[in-house]
């Protein structure tokens, strides 16, 4: 995305990065801009940093709207369960009806637009697992319009484990999904997984490492030469799948997030609606999990449970002591977990001390198996421990 930089330009967006206020980030985004040169191998990158400024004036607005009315409003929820969903969408989309229909949680459900306000959460369990939902207040149509809360359902986002996307299936899924996607992007946020991404941590000393993935088209010297010329002297480059230099530069201007995420057209129950969700079915590029659901009808709520736990590719694992029964409550782990996550989610002395491990699939009366650390474990799977 980031093509020929002047080297001005690559060291103020260095003092961008090492800027903590916001308003002196702004003011050196701004500088940065003016640096920028202006032709088609910098439209993303001058759209992302513009997109940057609003979000940040956007939300020295929204807390100082919170400081005049002297009360403060929490903007990222505490994670609780095992995983935390975020249901994000446009008002009047249904996510209050859906967190309602879900969970125990009581949020104001009305025909009136914005009525959710801030973050709302609610607790659901399928076999074992606990998800919390979280509703999150509306996207708007364009940023900003409206309320000054867009940044703090971006930021919900970010935080999240997993993103349930609302559509309403009584007026346009299509463009909606296509907006808020739009959306997300913007604020580099996935909701597909992509071919590799990079992460890059900033370290005091060390030098520059590069560590996993694959670089399809330059070398580990150039990664190096492209960082210095950011004044990044030490830095750990962690790189997910196969990514090229430019995805590389881009990261540097923000990393981009996968989220594992599902679509969830409301008021299927209504005429018209099961068309449309074909339509939308049909339209999407990617293999994400659409369910038509109605919160009047109950229809596809059941969906909802087991869908999060595919795209967020969790299994359960069971621990029991020698001698005794398995625990009833499992381990939340991802697929490719091993049992010495096991070990070191129980206690780190157990896998300091391990032998060897016990493992039965799927039910106690099925016959054992002698493991060790490296063991991949499988959902359902029962583990016993033993030390030495």
């Known amino acids: 995305m980031v093509t020929n930089l002047p080297i001005r330009a690559k060291i103020k967006w260095a003092e961008v990065v090492a800027a903590k206020d916001p308003r002196e980030k702004i003011r050196l985004m701004r500088e940065f801009l003016a640096l920028c040169p202006k032709h088609k191998g910098t439209e993303k990158l001058i759209a992302h940093v513009k997109r940057r400024i609003a979000q940040l004036e956007d939300e020295l607005e929204y807390i100082r709207r919170v400081k005049a009315r002297s009360r403060h409003e ?3 929820i505490e994670k609780s369960g095992d995983i935390q969903a975020v249901i994000i969408g446009y008002t009047k989309s249904g996510r209050s009806s859906l967190l309602s229909a879900l969970t125990n949680a009581k949020p ?13 959460p609610g607790m659901l369990t399928y076999n074992g697992v606990r998800i919390q939902l979280i509703e999150a207040p509306p996207l708007t149509r364009k940023f900003g319009e409206g309320c000054s809360r867009g940044f703090t359902t971006l930021n919900l986002a970010r935080t999240a484990d997993c993103l349930i996307i609302m559509v309403d299936l009584s007026d346009d899924p299509v463009r909606d999904f296509t907006e808020i996607v739009s959306e997300l992007r913007e604020a580099r946020i996935l909701v597909e997984e992509p071919r590799g991404y990079v992460e890059i941590e900033r370290t005091d000393t060390g030098g520059i490492r ?80 659409v369910i038509g659901v109605s919160c009047v009808t109950g229809e596809g709520l059941d969906l909802i449970a087991p869908s999060i736990l595919g795209v967020m590719k969790i299994i359960r694992v069971y621990t029991k002591k020698p001698g005794n029964p398995p625990d009833p409550k499992p381990i939340v782990l991802r ?22 491990a016990r493992v039965w699939s799927g039910s106690i009366e099925a016959n054992s198996m002698r493991v060790g650390l490296n063991y991949r474990l499988r959902d359902g799977d029962i583990v016993e421990i033993h030390t030495g």
Not at 335 to 356: M, N
């Open 335 to 356: 697929e490719g977990s091993t049992v010495g996550d096991v070990a070191s989610i129980i206690h780190t002395e157990l896998k300091e001390k391990f032998r060897y």
């Open 108 to 120: 104001e459900i009305s025909d009136r637009p914005f009525t959710t306000l801030k973050p709302i």
């Open 210 to 289: 590069v560590v996993g993935g694959r670089i399809v088209d330059s070398t580990i010297d150039d990664i190096k030469k492209l960082l210095m010329s950011y004044r990044i002297s030490s830095a750990i480059v962690r790189i997910h799948g196969e990514v090229t230099l430019d995805d590389i530069e881009d990261s540097l201007f923000g990393s981009y997030q996968y989220k594992p995420s599902i679509v969830v057209g409301s008021k299927i129950d209504l005429p018209g609606a099961r068309m449309r969700l074909e339509k939308l079915k049909k339209s999407l590029t990617s293999n994400l999990h």
């Open 74 to 76: 929490s903007l990222v």
